[in-house]
């Protein structure tokens, strides 16, 4: 039975960091991905990863403030987080897509973590 388990949201200050993690059971997964979704508004792409690491994929919002990885013997997927801002204030879901291919849209993957909560305060 595939699982996805996020960990590692928590209460930070402006500036601070954080690092989200990703455990997945039952496979490895050709894409792997992380949406975050704030009070009143849609999920939305944040970042996403190819299965050997060589590409990765970030929304502007995250491009050069956060970072994506993956550890395919721990079948983990990270989301190092810095400079966080207030607006940054979301619960941040992990992703996994079975087939190749670029994937920015909710509809492109298969399986979903439950969330983690992030809460950047100012």
């Known amino acids: 039975q595939v699982q996805l388990v996020d960990s590692g949201g928590g209460l930070v200050q402006a500036g601070g960091s954080l690092r989200l993690s990703c455990a997945a059971s039952?496979?490895?997964?050709?894409?792997m991905g992380w949406f975050r979704q704030a009070p009143g508004k849609e999920r939305e792409f944040v970042a996403a990863?190819?299965?050997?690491?060589?590409?990765?994929y970030y929304a502007d919002s995250a491009k050069g403030r956060f970072t994506i990885s993956r550890d395919n013997v721990k079948n983990t997927v990270y989301l190092q987080m810095n400079s966080l801002k207030p607006e940054d204030t979301a619960v941040y879901y992990c992703?996994?897509?079975?087939?190749?291919?670029?994937?920015?849209?909710?509809?492109?993957?298969?399986?979903w973590g439950q969330g983690t909560q992030v809460t950047v305060s100012s």
């Open positions: 990863i190819n299965w050997a690491g060589s590409s990765t």
């Open positions: 992703a996994a897509r079975d087939k190749y291919g670029t994937a920015f849209r909710i509809f492109e993957y298969d399986y």
């Open positions: 039952g496979r490895t997964f050709n894409i």
